[in-house]
């Protein structure tokens, strides 16, 4: 399958728990996006990698959110002390360049519960 | 702030039906706009719109951008159950895609 995976697709924790996602990518994309989905809401952006460098991270909902893409190949997005209102789907998706004519295609998502 | 909206929030038709979705947008450095459909998953690619390439069709499914009016238009035609779903339309600036909130499109046999 050459298309962005996610996983795992579906997590649930406890509230104060950490949690970690991770994505891999289609394999030649060097940008990387991390978004967030609620119920009745378009995604979210929270941040973006152009290979291994995070460009921008300002959106990352507080400092309990943190990613990582090590080697500009797979990606991480870890919640610390997760909250109840952390519950939604996490989208990740990737693109080639990055610029603006170039589609960014989804994986299928991670949904995080937290009770 | 970069800001997207669609409209209408929600609508239903029958089979058969033409339907208009609408997106309208401000964001600085405007680069392209991109059509999704989601359905209980994660958004699947439809089209992309950019200065050079402002007008797409598929099938059923057309689209339209208009740069001076900063907005753009997704038709689907001869609507079928299988149309239902969450349209997003998205705008990318620099470096990220701005979403609407997206119109839900529900088609009734």
């Known amino acids: 399958d050459t298309g962005v995976s996610q996983n795992p697709r579906h997590k649930i924790t406890k509230r104060g728990q950490n949690v970690t996602f991770r994505c891999d990518p289609i394999?030649?994309?060097?940008?990387l996006y991390w978004y967030r989905q609620t119920l009745g809401q378009g995604p979210e952006f929270l941040t973006y990698f152009q290979n291994e460098a995070q460009l921008e991270k300002s959106r990352l909902l507080s400092d309990r959110f943190s990613a990582e893409r090590p080697k500009g190949s797979f990606s991480t997005l870890e919640i610390q002390r997760t909250e109840q209102g952390d519950s939604a789907m996490y989208l990740c998706?990737?693109?080639?360049?990055?610029?603006?004519?170039?589609?960014?295609?989804f994986g299928q998502g991670t949904r995080l519960t937290v009770v | 702030e970069d800001k997207v909206v669609q409209s209408p929030l929600s609508l239903v038709v029958h089979e058969g039906d033409t339907v208009t979705l609408n997106c309208s947008y401000e964001v600085t450095n405007f680069r392209s706009l991109l059509w999704y459909k989601q359905e209980k998953k994660a958004p699947t690619f439809l089209f992309m719109l950019?200065?050079?390439?402002i007008e797409k069709k598929s099938g059923r499914l057309s689209s339209i951008l208009d740069k001076k009016e900063l907005s753009s238009i997704l038709n689907i035609t001869a609507t079928q159950t299988g149309d239902s779903a969450i349209y997003l339309c998205?705008?990318?600036?620099?470096?990220?895609?701005?979403f609407g909130a997206g119109t839900t499109v529900t088609v009734r046999a």
């Open positions: 394999s030649e994309h060097n940008r």
């Open positions: 998205a705008v990318v600036n620099d470096y990220k895609l701005s």
């Open positions: 950019t200065s050079s390439g």
């Open positions: 998706a990737s693109s080639l360049t990055g610029g603006g004519n170039t589609e960014a295609f």
